[in-house]
Structures are given as structure tokens and as C-alpha cells.
């Protein structure tokens, strides 16, 4: 393999890294289309998000919303509701904000320039760049975590890439790399050559079309770049869900329209105190958030899951007898309705996985610390209301 140093020849690196990404980029359906909408969309999706888990969802979300003007229309509940299993639903929101401005100040077009789409709702530096280059041709560079990581490798940065400093001298780097006449395709290149070959371990430096140009590469030892800080430990947090039942029919809870999970339904759902069992959580935030009594019957299952740096442990708890009157307080509305019509309203990731096993969509059951029969005392002599 034969190639020049960035320093004396960037057009030779351009050349090197564009033709190794046009005989070997993989066949995403999003690089098969010219449409600003459908390029921004997977540019929304892949944030945070596998490409294997983004595939189906994208042209899913295609075929129920086909242009702008049909997201712009939607309900926001029936967007939410499509973006179930993503996860940071921020993102189908100001995507869903996004639109609206779209038709209402361009005409339902995406506006052609990186600065006009920068101001547009969750339109970030990364993705404004992206969609600038790849949809439009605009010679602005994308510095997302593969690229950051290739550029950093590049250079040897011994800094700290994570500085506003650093993140500078990386975007002057990438300003001057940058391909003028084929801006998309050398972003997405970058992108590709940081997703499959300069990975963040064992990156595989023999197959890479510029690795006499990586300074990292040349001193023997990429994978000391680029220098991050250590990331804090996961904090361990017990969570319960609690079904509470009338006849066929559950108690769903709405989210507050802004705050995280925004307009979304959930079974009464909260943290257990230090020392506090699973049970005597469940009648407690069944109480605050709703003024119900209510007395748990078994655990169901457990889920785990991970939140911004919260390893999350959530405790799904089935419920025998109940009193009172449902009265949200946190929630802004309390619901019943069946485990069916659940699937259809906008969720979380986790309560997804309950709503289909209520269903019986799905037979996942897993073990619980929380014996599965384990039952508590009967507080109530009267059973659950049917009405």
C-alpha cells in the first residue's frame, strides 16, 4: 500500500481514502438516496443507535411518514410511537419540531446550507454537517465519534480530545483534509473508516488506506489515542413497576410534555430507597403518584438497562387489591386501558418490553432476584374494583 504523509499532499490523502471507501463502504440504504429528508432522518437515528438496529426503523419511519410534510402533520404521539425501541426520544421530538419549521419557513424543503439548518430544532454541529455535505455537497467537515477518533490518531494528540481546545485543533485538521468537490462522500468515508477499520480497540491498521499518514500509526501505538478522561462508574439503581389491574384493564400514567420520557405512558414507575424491599417500594410510588392503596401480589420478572451512566435494575411487580381513586400527581393523566392499546401509545424502551409481554407478545420472562410467588399479605377485604 502505498501513501503520502497529510502534511505534504492532502489531496493525496483524499485520493487514497476515497477510493478505498468507494471499492469497500458498506450498502446502507441511506447512501442509495439523494433526499435531504431521508439523509437527515438516518443521521437523526444512527445518533447513539447500531446501524443493524437503524436499518428496518428507518425505512419503516419512511414508509409511515414519507416527506416532511407528512412529519410535520403527524401527532406527536404517533411519532413517539414509531421511534419506540431507539431510545432518546429528545431526538423524535425535536425531529418532529424540526419538520414543523421546515414547512412553515422552507416550504417543506430542508434549507441547503449548514448555517440555516444549524438553527433548526436538535439539528447539532455534527448533524448539520452531515446533512450539509452528504445532501447538499458542503464542504463542512463531520466530527462525530469515529471521526474525532481517526483524526486524534492522525495527529498523536496527547491532549485531552474531549477540550474545546482539542476539538479545535481536530475540526482545523479535518477543514484542511476535507475533499471540496466530494464533501459527503469524504465524510461519510472518514465516518466509515472509524466505524470499520480504525476502531476504538484493535483497530485494524494493515487495512487501512491511510495509515502512513496516522502519526499514531507511525509512532506504534494508535490505540493510545485519543486520550480520553476515565469515565465515572456506573451507579447501581433498583427500580419497580407496579401493574395495577381492573378487569381486563391496567393503569397507565402520562408524562409531563417536557422532562425525560416527555408525553410518554408508564405503569406507576420509581426508584427504591436504600434498604427498601421491592414490595414496600411498589405500595409507596403507587401511592405518591397515584393516591391508590394498593397491595403487591408477586414479581413478574426483572429487566436491566443502562441510562446515562445508571446500571438500572427495574422490578416489575404484579398487584392483588386496591382502593381509592386514581389522582396523578407528578403525571398529568392517569388511564386504563388494555396491555394492546398499550403497544400503540408512545413508550420507553423498558416499558415496551412489558407492554408486549402483558400482550403476550413476547414469552421473555426473565429470572428475578424477587421469588416469583412471593406474596405479600392481603391489607384489604375487599377485592380490586371492576369499575
Not at 505534504?8 to 468507494?22: D, K, N, T
Not at 392517569?334 to 412489558?354: C, F, G, I, N, R
Not at 407492554?355 to 384489604?380: H, V
Amino acid at each position: 500500500m502505498t501513501v503520502t504523509s497529510v502534511g505534504a499532499s492532502p489531496r493525496r490523502f483524499r485520493e487514497s481514502l476515497l477510493a478505498w471507501y468507494r471499492a469497500n463502504r458498506r450498502d446502507l440504504p441511506w447512501r442509495r438516496t439523494s433526499d435531504p429528508y431521508a439523509i437527515w432522518l438516518s443521521e437523526i437515528m444512527l445518533q447513539q443507535t447500531t446501524v443493524r438496529t437503524v436499518e428496518p426503523r428507518w425505512l419503516r419511519f419512511l414508509e409511515r411518514f414519507p416527506t416532511v410534510e407528512a412529519l410535520a402533520a403527524a401527532p406527536l404521539d404517533d411519532v413517539l410511537h414509531e421511534w419506540t425501541g431507539l431510545g432518546y426520544y429528545a431526538r423524535a421530538r425535536n425531529l418532529h419540531r424540526a419538520a414543523g419549521a421546515i414547512v412553515r419557513d422552507f416550504g417543506g424543503s430542508l434549507p441547503a446550507s449548514y448555517e440555516l439548518l444549524l438553527a433548526l430544532p436538535g439539528m447539532g454541529v455534527y448533524t448539520a454537517a452531515a446533512v450539509a455535505s452528504i445532501a447538499f455537497g458542503e464542504a463542512v467537515p463531520v466530527l462525530d465519534a469515529n471521526v474525532e477518533r481517526v483524526a486524534a490518531r492522525l495527529l498523536a494528540l496527547e491532549e485531552n480530545a474531549r477540550t474545546p481546545a482539542a476539538k479545535r485543533t481536530l475540526r482545523a485538521h479535518m477543514e484542511m483534509l476535507i475533499d471540496p468537490s466530494h464533501a459527503g462522500d469524504f465524510n461519510q468515508a472518514m465516518m466509515e473508516l472509524g466505524a470499520t477499520i480504525c476502531t476504538p480497540r484493535n483497530p485494524r491498521c494493515r487495512d487501512c488506506p491511510v495509515a502512513k499518514n496516522c502519526r499514531g500509526y507511525v509512532l506504534g501505538s494508535p490505540e493510545l489515542y485519543p486520550k480520553l478522561p476515565a469515565k465515572a462508574p456506573l451507579a447501581s439503581v433498583r427500580e419497580v413497576a407496579v401493574i395495577i389491574r381492573r378487569n381486563r384493564r391496567i393503569l397507565l400514567l402520562q408524562r409531563p410534555a417536557t422532562g425525560s420520557f416527555a408525553g410518554m405512558w408508564e405503569l406507576p414507575r420509581g426508584e427504591c430507597r436504600d434498604g427498601e424491599e421491592a414490595f414496600e417500594a411498589a405500595m409507596r410510588i403507587v401511592a405518591e403518584q397515584t393516591g391508590l392503596r394498593c397491595v403487591p401480589r408477586s414479581a413478574l420478572f426483572k429487566l436491566k438497562h443502562t441510562v446515562m451512566r445508571r446500571s438500572i435494575e427495574l422490578h416489575v411487580i404484579d398487584t392483588g387489591t386496591w382502593e381509592g381513586i386514581a389522582r396523578p400527581t407528578f403525571h398529568v393523566a392517569a388511564e386504563w386501558t388494555t396491555a394492546e392499546e398499550w403497544l400503540d401509545l408512545p413508550k420507553s424502551t423498558t416499558q415496551a418490553d412489558v407492554a408486549a409481554y402483558l400482550a403476550g407478545r413476547s414469552r421473555r420472562r426473565p429470572r428475578t432476584s424477587i421469588p416469583e410467588n412471593d406474596t405479600a399479605p392481603d391489607l384489604f377485604s375487599d377485592p380490586a374494583p371492576d369499575a
